[in-house]
C-alpha cells in the first residue's frame, strides 16, 4: 500500500516543491499555536495567584497570536497556491501522456474523459483543504506535549501515552475500512460506466431489442453500488463513533485526574485551570482527525488514480520517423489477445487501396471495433503489424501518424467550446466555406443555421448541449474537414436519422478516390456501395469481397444485406 510519502515522491518536481513549502508553512502556524496555548499557563498561574494582570505573559501572548493569525493566512495561501500547482502540473502530464497510450489500457484505470472533473480537482483539494488542518492535527498536541513536559511530566507523559494508543487505534479503523472503500469507488466506477453505456447507445439497443437486458445490467451495479456503501457504512460509522468516545474519554480522564490531584494537594487549582485549558488545546485538533482521515483517504485514491494513469507504459514512436509513400493500409497476421489470454483477433490480413471505400461487418462481438483500432494504432498489435503507406505503423513519429489518419468513433471526441472551434481542431485554418462544406457533408449545416447562434453555439462538456445525432454528424464534419488522407469510422450512421443518414452514405461514396476510407457499419445501405466488404467473425476475418459476390456466396452475408440480421459493435 502506497504510504502519502510515497505519492509525494511520485509528484513533479515543482509540485512536490509547492507542497514542502505549504506543509512547512502549516507546521510553523501549528507550533504557534501550541506556544499560544502553552503561554496560557504561565499567565492563568501569575493572574489567579498574585490576583493581577501579568502584562508581561499577556504580551508574549498577544504576539503570539498576532504572529499565528499572520502565518497560518500564508499557510491557507500556500496550500493554494500548492493545490493549483499540483493540479496544473497533473493536467500538464496528462495532456502529454494520454495521447500516447492505448485506450483499452487507460480504460481499465480511469476513464479519460473524467479524470480532470474528478481525480485531478480532488487530488487539487489535498494541499489546499486538507494539509493545513492534517499538520495542525500532528503537531499542535505534539508541542503541547513536549511544552508539558516543563511543566509536569507526569501529565505530559499521560498525554503522550494516550496520543499513541489514539494514533494505533486510527491506523487499525483506517485499515479495516480501506479495503470497503476501494470496493465502492469499483462498484462506483463499473456504475458510471454502465450509465454512460447505456445513454449513448439508446439507439442501437431498442434497434437490437436489447434495451430490456441493458437495463438489467444497469440495475445490478445501481445495487452492487448500494451494497458496497451499506458495507462501509456498517463498518466506518462504528469506529469513527469509536475514535470520537476515545477522545472524549481522554478529556474526562484528563479532567477527573486534575481534580484528583487537587483533592490531594499535589497540584493546586491555579496550574489545575491551566492546564485544563492547555488540555483543551491538545484535544481540540484530535477531534478532527476522523473526518480528516475519511477526506484524506479520498484524495489519496484520486491521486493514485492520476499517478497509475501515469504509469501506464505509452506506445513507442521514433522522434523522427520514417515518411508513408501513400494513404493505403495494410495488415499481416494481426493477432490481440485480452488480459485473461482468450484471442481476441487471430490472423487477420487485409489491403485498402489508396482511395478505395472499405467495409467491416460481422455479428456482435465479432472484434470490429478492435480491429479498427488496432488498424488507427491506438494499440499495438500482439502479434503481426499495421503498415500504413507501406510503412510499419510503429515506425511512425508522432506528428506524421496524428496527421496521415483520422479515426472517429461513437464515443464523442467533443470539447466544451463553440461548433466552430470543435471543426477547426481538424483544420485550424479552415476558411468558413470550408466549414460550410464539412458540414454539408455530414447533414448538419441545416441545423447550424437554424441555432439561434449559428457556428457560435456552444456544444458544452463532452457535446451535452447536442442530442447524440448531432454530436455524431458533427464528429463526421470534422472527419470530413481533416486532410488526412486515411479516414477510420466506427458506426457512422448509428444514430442519424433516415434522411442525415443517406446524405453522410452520399458523401463517404463521394470521398472514394481522394481518401481511402474504411468503415465498421451494420449498416447494409454502406456495405452495398464499398469496393471492399470485409466479414469478422469471432475475431477471424472470414470473407472479403465485393457486396454482389458475397451476397451470392454467403448465407449470413445475405441475410445481413437482406436486413435480417444486426450487427451491434
Known amino acids: 500500500m502506497k504510504t502519502l510519502l510515497d505519492r509525494f515522491r511520485s509528484l513533479p518536481v515543482d509540485c512536490r516543491y509547492e507542497i514542502r513549502q505549504a506543509a512547512l508553512w502549516a507546521g510553523g502556524a501549528a507550533v504557534l499555536d501550541a506556544a499560544c496555548g502553552l503561554l496560557l499557563v504561565p499567565l492563568l498561574e501569575t493572574w489567579v495567584t498574585e490576583g493581577e494582570v501579568p502584562w508581561r505573559w499577556l504580551s508574549f501572548l498577544v504576539a503570539a497570536t498576532v504572529l499565528h493569525a499572520l502565518i497560518l493566512y500564508l499557510a491557507a495561501r500556500r496550500g493554494y497556491l500548492a493545490g493549483g500547482r499540483l493540479a496544473f502540473g497533473l493536467v500538464r502530464r496528462l495532456v502529454s501522456h494520454l495521447p500516447r497510450l492505448a485506450p483499452p489500457a487507460l480504460r481499465k484505470v480511469a476513464a479519460p474523459e473524467g479524470l480532470l472533473r474528478g481525480p485531478v480537482l480532488q487530488s487539487m483539494g489535498m494541499p489546499a483543504h486538507l494539509l493545513g488542518p492534517l499538520v495542525s492535527a500532528v503537531v499542535t498536541p505534539t508541542c503541547v506535549v513536549l511544552g508539558l513536559f516543563f511543566l509536569d511530566g507526569r501529565i505530559a507523559a499521560a498525554l503522550l501515552l494516550a496520543g499513541l494508543l489514539l494514533a494505533i487505534l486510527m491506523r487499525w479503523s483506517g485499515r479495516r475500512t480501506l479495503e470497503d472503500e476501494a470496493a465502492r469507488a469499483g462498484a462506483e466506477r463499473a456504475f458510471a460506466r454502465q450509465i454512460q453505456t447505456f445513454a449513448q447507445h439508446q439507439a442501437l439497443l431498442r434497434a437490437s431489442g436489447r434495451a430490456g437486458p441493458a437495463r438489467r445490467d444497469l440495475e445490478r451495479a445501481l445495487e452492487d453500488l448500494q451494497a458496497s456503501t451499506r458495507r462501509l457504512l456498517a463498518r466506518g460509522l462504528p469506529v469513527g463513533l469509536a475514535f470520537s468516545l476515545a477522545v472524549q474519554a481522554l478529556c474526562l480522564l484528563g479532567l477527573l485526574g486534575g481534580a484528583w490531584m487537587v483533592t490531594h494537594q499535589s497540584l493546586d487549582g491555579a496550574r489545575l485551570l491551566a492546564l485544563l485549558v492547555l488540555l483543551?488545546?491538545?484535544?481540540?485538533?484530535?477531534?478532527?482527525?476522523?473526518?480528516?482521515?475519511?477526506?484524506?483517504?479520498?484524495?489519496?485514491?484520486?491521486?493514485?488514480?492520476?499517478?497509475?494513469?501515469?504509469?501506464?507504459?505509452?506506445?513507442?514512436?521514433?522522434?523522427?520517423?520514417?515518411?508513408?509513400?501513400?494513404?493505403?493500409?495494410?495488415?499481416?497476421?494481426?493477432?490481440?489477445?485480452?488480459?485473461?489470454?482468450?484471442?481476441?483477433?487471430?490472423?487477420?490480413?487485409?489491403?485498402?487501396?489508396?482511395?478505395?471505400?472499405?467495409?467491416?461487418?460481422?455479428?456482435?462481438?465479432?472484434?470490429?471495433?478492435?480491429?479498427?483500432?488496432?488498424?488507427?494504432?491506438?494499440?499495438?498489435?500482439?502479434?503481426?503489424?499495421?503498415?500504413?503507406?507501406?510503412?510499419?505503423?510503429?515506425?511512425?513519429?508522432?506528428?506524421?501518424?496524428?496527421?496521415?489518419?483520422?479515426?472517429?468513433?461513437?464515443?464523442?471526441?467533443?470539447?466544451?467550446?463553440?461548433?466552430?472551434?470543435?471543426?477547426?481542431?481538424?483544420?485550424?485554418?479552415?476558411?468558413?466555406?470550408?466549414?460550410?462544406?464539412?458540414?454539408?457533408?455530414?447533414?448538419?449545416?441545416?441545423?447550424?443555421?437554424?441555432?439561434?447562434?449559428?457556428?457560435?453555439?456552444?456544444?458544452?462538456?463532452?457535446?451535452?448541449?447536442?442530442?447524440?445525432?448531432?454530436?455524431?454528424?458533427?464528429?463526421?464534419?470534422?472527419?470530413?474537414?481533416?486532410?488526412?488522407?486515411?479516414?477510420?469510422?466506427?458506426?457512422?450512421?448509428?444514430?442519424?436519422?433516415?434522411?442525415?443518414?443517406?446524405?453522410?452514405?452520399?458523401?463517404?461514396?463521394?470521398?472514394?478516390?481522394?481518401?481511402?476510407?474504411?468503415?465498421?457499419?451494420?449498416?447494409?445501405?454502406?456495405?452495398?456501395?464499398?469496393?471492399?466488404?470485409?466479414?469478422?467473425?469471432?475475431?477471424?476475418?472470414?470473407?472479403?469481397?465485393?457486396?454482389?459476390?458475397?451476397?451470392?456466396?454467403?448465407?449470413?452475408?445475405?441475410?445481413?444485406?437482406?436486413?435480417?440480421?444486426?450487427?451491434?459493435?
Not at 452475408?557 to 435480417?564: E, I, N, V
Open 280 to 569: 483543551a488545546r491538545f484535544i481540540e485538533p484530535l477531534t478532527q482527525l476522523t473526518p480528516l482521515d475519511q477526506a484524506l483517504r479520498g484524495s489519496a485514491r484520486a491521486l493514485d488514480t492520476v499517478l497509475r494513469v501515469l504509469s501506464l507504459p505509452p506506445l513507442e514512436s521514433p522522434e523522427r520517423g520514417e515518411q508513408p509513400r501513400d494513404c493505403g493500409l495494410r495488415a499481416e497476421a494481426l493477432g490481440w489477445d485480452a488480459d485473461d489470454g482468450r484471442a481476441l483477433l487471430t490472423d487477420i490480413s487485409l489491403t485498402l487501396d489508396p482511395g478505395t471505400l472499405s467495409v467491416i461487418v460481422g455479428p456482435t462481438g465479432a472484434g470490429k471495433s478492435s480491429l479498427l483500432a488496432l488498424l488507427g494504432r491506438l494499440h499495438d498489435p500482439d502479434r503481426g503489424a499495421v503498415f500504413l503507406g507501406g510503412v510499419d505503423a510503429r515506425k511512425l513519429d508522432e506528428k506524421t501518424l496524428a496527421a496521415r489518419r483520422n479515426l472517429v468513433f461513437q464515443e464523442s471526441g467533443l470539447f466544451h467550446g463553440t461548433v466552430a472551434w470543435n471543426l477547426r481542431m481538424a483544420r485550424t485554418d479552415a476558411s468558413p466555406a470550408d466549414l460550410r462544406s464539412a458540414a454539408e457533408l455530414a447533414s448538419l449545416l441545416d441545423d447550424i443555421e437554424r441555432w439561434p447562434d449559428g457556428w457560435e453555439t456552444e456544444v458544452g462538456p463532452g457535446g451535452a448541449l447536442l442530442s447524440g445525432g448531432q454530436r455524431q454528424r458533427l464528429c463526421l464534419a470534422r472527419a470530413f474537414l481533416s486532410p488526412a488522407p486515411l479516414l477510420l469510422l466506427d458506426e457512422p450512421t448509428a444514430s442519424l436519422d433516415a434522411f442525415s443518414e443517406r446524405r453522410v452514405i452520399h458523401s463517404l461514396a463521394a470521398s472514394r478516390g481522394s481518401r481511402t476510407v474504411l468503415v465498421v457499419t451494420h449498416n447494409p445501405a454502406v456495405a452495398r456501395m464499398a469496393d471492399q466488404v470485409l466479414v469478422l467473425d469471432k475475431g477471424r476475418l472470414r470473407l472479403r469481397g465485393r457486396h454482389d459476390a458475397l451476397s451470392r456466396r454467403d448465407d449470413w452475408y445475405a441475410r445481413f444485406a437482406g436486413g435480417a440480421v444486426t450487427c451491434e459493435v
